[in-house]
């Protein structure tokens, strides 16, 4: 009985001591550890568990047991609110695996958000909040409907080469250009037909037809980062941005407030596709 007694209160006094959290930012729950555990909390971290607060941060140690963390989830140590995703080195790609169901491989665009604001189409990226099943492909997806005259802005993925498929339209020009100094790449492509945008390259795709186009995008990388063009460089310091045009910096921010949203409609200046379209 006094043993029974006496493990009872080491279960109690070590269920006292404050647990480090690291919390899902993108999803429900939360995974904690007693003082002692030894996590991974970065690619190239392993921190120690002490009341409440992970310390001894250092790199982990080749074969190292005892590091459990969910891998590919977007996670953040709360108590410095320091956001990374994890990575498990001590499970088999199979153990990993099997957090996962059947259902969760599949991408039902008819429930993806659309997360575009402008009023020339439509952009539904599938992301590893709803769907962390993505980080054990290291891919990303989305999902894109252009209207007639329709244009994604020029942008560049700095962590992702992008192939595009078109299944839906008559005619979607796509561009991309080399490095300073190097060839423009320019392709209209339709209906069944694909091509791809390299890594850090800047590109965009536009619907000169008088349908909808739709593509599926697929990068290598699940986190393959997106950069517009036209609002990163106006994001700078307006003296610069002024003088890179040889404008005013009046003029530079009137160009800045006017900014059109992604997905836009061609410019009714340019005139041939909304005149041939009748928009």
């Given at each position: ?110 429930m993806v958000p659309v997360e575009s604001m402008g009023i020339g189409g439509l952009v539904q990226p599938v992301g590893l909040g ?44 796509t561009s991309f250009a080399g490095e300073n100094g190097g060839p423009v790449i320019t392709l209209d ?91």
């Amino acid at each position: 009985m006094k043993s029974i007694f006496a493990l009872s209160a080491i279960v109690a006094i070590a269920s006292a001591q404050s647990p480090c959290t690291l919390a899902n930012i993108d999803g429900p729950g939360v995974t904690t550890f007693q003082s002692g555990s030894r996590v991974q909390v970065t690619i190239n971290r392993v921190c120690t568990c002490e009341d409440g607060e992970f310390i001894e941060c250092a790199a982990p140690i080749e074969g190292e047991e005892g590091v459990l963390v969910r891998a590919g989830v977007a996670a953040a140590i709360e108590e410095n609110e320091v956001v990374e995703r994890p990575v498990d080195i001590s499970r088999s790609f199979n153990q990993i695996l099997g957090d996962f169901e059947p259902e969760d491989f599949v991408f039902d665009f008819r429930m993806v958000p659309v997360e575009s604001m402008g009023i020339g189409g439509l952009v539904q990226p599938v992301g590893l909040g709803a769907f962390p099943v993505l980080a054990l492909g290291d891919v990303a997806v989305t999902r894109f409907t252009l209207d007639p005259c329709g244009l994604n802005l020029p942008h560049v993925h700095p962590r992702g080469t992008e192939i595009i498929f078109m299944f839906k339209g008559s005619k979607l020009r796509t561009s991309f250009a080399g490095e300073n100094g190097g060839p423009v790449i320019t392709l209209d492509i339709t209906n069944e037909t694909s091509t791809f945008f390299p890594q850090g390259l800047i590109h965009g795709q536009q619907n000169l037809g008088c349908d909808t186009v739709a593509f599926i995008s697929s990068l290598n990388s699940a986190d393959p980062g997106l950069q517009t063009i036209t609002s990163s460089f106006f994001s700078l310091p307006i003296e610069g941005v002024a003088g890179s045009l040889d404008i005013s910096n009046e003029e530079a921010e009137e160009l800045r407030d006017g900014l059109p949203l992604n997905i836009v409609l061609t410019s009714k200046d340019q005139g041939q596709c909304m005149k041939k379209c009748g928009l």
